[in-house]
């Protein structure tokens, strides 16, 4: 498929919005799930799209839309079908808390610059990192114990001891010995030096804004949308919801936007109050309406409404999968994906990863 500009300089805007925000506090069962997104849409389509938002809940009393305050699911489909129609792309990324921590734990003990018994074949994605932390995602008690030092930006070395120790005896049990051998006999200076990256990055625990998800998922959606600007040689303005506390962590993502190098397409153009702005109003509707679906999965499944939305999402998403765009992304357990697609009212036959055989397979290339 291949995207083309209709106007030279043409212009898109983009509107970004949060649910699911539970700053450092991975593992808050009553909300499970992160997500960052909302509605990349043509400049010179804008008037006439805020036109039909207003006209679609123009009988709410609400002083501004918000998804929580229990907007229906028809009234979603018809704001989805209505952005869909004007052009709009749905961009959005889902992080699974709980993986989210287990990824962490990969991160952490597996970097080349704190273990010494590896190399850097880990520092990037890959299939391997993935298997890993999928197989460590459904250790409980091994999350917990880590999601201590992700809430408070540190931790004392004994309990760091005592994570390494739960890790390397979950590896013998899963009989991925390699793997164990690998940290088993990490020492005291190698453990320090992992506390010490958290305690630099969260400024010793005042400042643990920077150990959230808000900075890498929404960096990882505008990598996306960067690469769709470039395909269609347009420029992107960039707008998001006023997020208290969180200054200094938009201001970086100016920075890296405004140095152009690995995103070079999109410029920020500040936080919106959500009162005002009837486009963060409908990034919140969006990212509200993905996070309620999948908090409720069981239930919402069952529901025609919330089937024929996400499959506007999944058929939307692989028309752009074609050409090498995410604009939406889970960052979750494999397993995640079915449910996505059984929220789209398929029924299909769960085909279980087998994790162990990737990391197997794939292990030794990354054993000093």
């Known amino acids: 498929m291949r995207f083309q500009s209709k106007v030279g300089n043409a212009m898109l805007e983009l509107y970004f919005d949060e649910s699911g925000n539970t700053g450092t506090n991975y593992l808050d069962d009553k909300q499970p799930y992160f997500i960052y997104g909302g509605w990349l849409i043509r400049q010179a389509k804008k008037k006439e799209i805020c036109k039909m938002?207003?006209?679609i809940f123009q009988d709410s009393k609400a002083k501004e839309l918000k998804a929580k305050n229990g907007i229906k699911n028809e009234k979603i489909k018809e704001l989805v079908e209505g952005m869909v129609g004007f052009g709009a792309i749905p961009v959005f990324g889902v992080a699974d808390k709980k993986?989210?921590?287990?990824?962490?734990?990969?991160?952490?003990?597996?970097?080349?610059?704190?273990?010494?018994?590896v190399n850097g074949y880990l520092t990037y994605r890959s299939e391997l990192k993935k298997a890993l932390a999928d197989n460590v995602s459904l250790n409980e008690g091994l999350l917990h114990e880590f999601s201590r030092i992700i809430h408070d930006g540190t931790i004392e070395l004994q309990e760091m001891r005592k994570i390494r120790d739960m890790l390397s005896e979950h590896f013998k049990k899963e009989k991925l010995f390699e793997v164990q051998r690998s940290i088993v006999n990490l020492s005291d200076f190698n453990l320090n030096e992992m506390i010490k990256e958290f305690e630099d990055i969260s400024k010793n625990g005042t400042e643990k804004r920077w150990l959230t998800l808000v900075l890498p998922t929404l960096m990882e959606r505008l990598l996306s949308v960067d690469k769709y600007a470039e395909l269609v040689h347009e420029k992107v303005n960039l707008y998001v919801d006023e997020l208290w506390g969180y200054q200094n962590v938009f201001d970086e993502m100016e920075g890296i936007l405004n140095r152009e190098l690995?995103?070079?397409?999109?410029?920020?153009?500040?936080?919106c109050r959500s009162d005002e702005n009837i486009l963060i109003q409908a990034a919140d509707v969006l990212c509200g309406f993905v996070n309620?679906?999948?908090s409720t999965k069981e239930k919402s499944k069952e529901n025609k409404v919330v089937n024929e939305i996400w499959e506007e999402f999944l058929v939307i998403g692989l028309v752009y999968q074609e050409c090498g765009i995410d604009i939406?992304?889970?960052?979750a357990h494999d397993d995640f994906e079915y449910e996505m697609i059984e929220l789209a009212g398929h029924v299909i036959e769960i085909k279980k990863q087998i994790s162990n055989q990737i990391i197997r397979?794939?292990?030794p290339k990354t054993v000093k």
Request: without cysteine; hydrophobic residues 40%.
């Open 53 to 55: 938002i207003k006209d």
């Open 99 to 117: 993986y989210m921590v287990a990824a962490k734990i990969i991160e952490t003990f597996f970097d080349h610059m704190y273990n010494p018994n």
């Open 262 to 271: 690995f995103i070079k397409n999109i410029k920020f153009s500040g936080q």
């Open 292 to 294: 309620r679906t999948l």
């Open 328 to 331: 939406w992304e889970y960052y």
């Open 361 to 363: 397979r794939n292990f």
